[in-house]
């Protein structure tokens, strides 16, 4: 063995010629270990952070949390209260976003249309772990027969277009005191995992052909402990892209349902509903829809630009 | 010499497609057709045969990770194949096995520690801290720095890893390991490291070996009988120190003259047995001995007649109708 250097200096300053010295032996600077060796997700953060739009979509994301949940209350007016003297205001200091047909604070209730709009994003989110992941993994795991069948079941649920879906319910649910909001996250919950089911499904079938999963199982492993603790967190990088992907797409499908009719409605402000309140007087009042919809925009943009990055960060084939 | 495993008339077929798009039918991949041997507790037996002759397969229906076609797997005295689920649990913990590439047996995203203690943990056994003393003292055994426990397998070496699972199949205190080739994806210099280790732990723990591999040289070093395997079937089984001195089989010659010499002058004048083609789809084995499509010496006869296991003394036996 040779005499190994070990050496560091601060970042920034560039060391001077003659600073290297050769570390004295049985000293401990020979054992130091120059950093920690790169794990995966280290490995993936360091390259998500090189990714400036998705940095910046995860920072709209976070100010959106911030907003919808610290906006609302801080704010001096609500999204219900109506001020008949003060309808169709232009932005001033004190409506900044102006004021809609009934006097109400625009800004208030954008910032309460976020509220509603992370709720189904939250609830997307969750869906997708819970009924996609599961759904996906067993019928994967197990293959054959099973596989078959929870596929078709699969094929067929992806055959049903969203917006029938969500007819049906509200003509179920009419009259019966459900809050409309449910009658979405319905609609979003028997739709919105299949996709993941689809990838999730990919994943652990050329996963559990690998080696670590045959180990697990000559030491005795059930099944549940195979698929949940060894398979599925190695599935974790196309899981989370799917998410990030999958919750715009969630949230925009209840602005649509919204301004379309058949999601939230009055006095409820989804942005959906605002932008849908707004087109009536767009003419006019063209501040009205244009807040709603910048939001809507900006949601979509954070959202697809992290899933983006997160998806260029976790896949191993495109590391450099 | 007391059985620990016997293997009687094994078959282990796999369903597969054959044909193109449009004349597709079902066929069955014979990768063990009709295997059966024994091996005696603490002894050491190779299994030997070039790639897709079905050694693997062997391997792993035995710990269980498939299920056999036909014929019966008996270890001590209970049969495999006739066990429940959960029964076939607890009995593997007896049968482990170590895997061949280090760097697909370990899971990315558990610590040694964990992996290590996995079998204890789900069997329930001793307390926490018993079962991370165990760990400690497993890892001193496999000569791995017990402090690496919250490490994470990317973290070491091949040879490293292969030692991490060893330590994994030793965690249960096993009677019998299949070794599936357990050197091949290592370094000759690690392979030696790891080969000797295994020979050391057989004489500490009382330990019964099936090691699978293609490694003549090695096979010959480690194990007391060698079972040749061709397509599926054994064509040859004797003891490791006479079975490299007066091999019966065209194939085990053939094997056996691929083996390099270590030494220039003797290697310079080594003759080679060349086989000619490659190994006969295991879908559509030719008929009668599956080694004539290949053998220098095959006459009608081999088209017809399948040779039989023949008896050739002190526990030689070999399948050729020339043998002997």
């Known amino acids: 063995m040779g005499v190994q250097t070990a050496w560091r200096f601060k970042e920034g300053s560039t060391p001077e010629a003659g600073s290297f010295a050769p570390a004295l032996k049985g000293s401990e600077e020979l054992q130091q270990v120059a950093g920690r060796p790169t794990t995966y997700w280290s490995d993936a953060i360091r390259r998500i952070r090189r990714n400036k739009p998705a940095v910046v979509g995860f920072w709209i994301i976070i100010a959106l949390f911030i907003v919808a949940i610290v906006g609302p209350m801080v704010s001096p007016y609500t999204y219900e209260d109506q001020d008949l003297s003060n309808t169709f205001q232009s932005p001033t200091l004190q409506h900044p976003f102006g004021t809609d047909q009934l006097g109400r604070d625009q800004m208030t209730r954008v910032m309460y249309g976020a509220r509603i709009s992370l709720a189904v994003g939250i609830v997307c989110a969750a869906l997708n772990f819970l009924i996609g992941v599961t759904y996906g993994g067993i019928s994967a795991y197990f293959g054959g027969q099973v596989d078959d069948i929870m596929m078709r079941i699969v094929d067929i649920l992806y055959g049903i277009p969203t917006l029938i879906i969500v007819i049906l319910l509200t003509v179920l649910f009419k009259d019966r005191g459900v809050n409309p909001l449910v009658n979405v996250f319905i609609a979003i919950g028997l739709t919105y995992w299949l996709p993941m089911a689809r990838i999730v499904r990919g994943e652990i079938l050329s996963l559990k052909e690998r080696e670590f999963a045959l180990a697990a199982k000559t030491i005795g492993a059930p099944n549940n402990r195979i698929l949940f603790r060894h398979l599925i967190p190695n599935a974790m990088g196309p899981i989370i892209v799917t998410v990030t992907l999958e919750v715009p797409s969630a949230i925009f499908t209840e602005a649509f349902l919204s301004y379309i009719g058949l999601g939230v409605s009055a006095p409820v402000a989804s942005w959906g509903v605002l932008a849908s309140d707004g087109t009536e007087a767009i003419r006019s009042f063209p501040y009205l829809v244009l807040f709603p919809a910048l939001a809507i925009c900006l949601t979509m943009f954070a959202f697809n630009f992290l899933g983006d990055g997160l998806r260029d960060a976790l896949d191993p084939r495109l590391r450099q | ?324």
């Not at chain 2, 077929?13 to 054959?18: G, K, L, R, S, T």
């Not at chain 2, 000569?143 to 965690?171: C, K, V, Y």
């Not at chain 2, 004539?292 to 088209?303: D, E, F, H, L, V």
Request: glycine residues 8%.
């Open chain 2, 1 to 324: 010499m007391d059985t620990i495993l016997k293997v009687e008339h094994l078959k282990k077929y796999f369903a597969v497609n054959v044909g193109g798009p449009f004349a597709r039918h079902k066929a069955s991949l014979k990768a063990v057709d009709d295997v059966s041997f024994e091996v005696g507790r603490g002894e050491t037996v190779g299994l030997v045969g070039e790639t897709g002759c079905g050694k693997t397969t062997v391997g792993r229906t035995i710990v269980g990770l498939y299920a056999p076609t036909a014929g019966t797997i008996t270890y001590c005295d209970e049969n495999l194949c006739a066990l429940t689920r959960e029964a076939m649990r607890k009995v593997r913990s007896k049968l482990q096995m170590i895997f061949q590439d280090p760097y697909a047996s370990l899971n990315p995203r558990m610590t040694v520690g964990s992996i290590v203690e996995e079998p204890m943990d789900i069997f329930s056994i001793g307390t926490m801290a018993e079962r991370r003393e165990r760990v400690q003292e497993l890892l001193r055994t496999v000569g791995l720095d017990p402090e690496h426990t919250n490490r994470f397998p990317h973290e070491f070496s091949g040879g490293q890893r292969q030692r991490i699972g060893i330590a994994r199949a030793l965690a249960m205190n096993p009677e019998f390991i299949v070794a599936d080739e357990p050197i091949s994806a290592l370094d000759v210099s690690i392979q030696a490291q790891i080969v000797n280790m295994l020979e050391d732990l057989q004489q500490n723990l009382g330990l019964t070996y099936l090691f699978i591999a293609h490694d003549l040289a090695m096979v010959k070093h480690i194990s007391d009988r060698v079972i040749v395997l061709y397509l599926g079937k054994i064509v040859e089984v004797d003891e490791s120190k006479d079975i490299y001195k007066h091999p019966l089989h065209p194939y085990t010659k053939a094997l056996l003259s691929a083996v390099p010499i270590p030494d220039p002058r003797v290697e310079m004048q080594r003759q080679r047995i060349v086989l000619k083609g490659d190994l006969p789809s295991p879908v559509n084995p030719p008929s009668g001995c599956h080694f004539r499509t290949r053998c220098p010496i095959a006459q009608p006869i081999c088209a017809e007649k399948q040779p039989e296991l023949r008896d050739m003394g002190s526990g030689h036996v070999v399948a050729c109708h020339f043998a002997g």
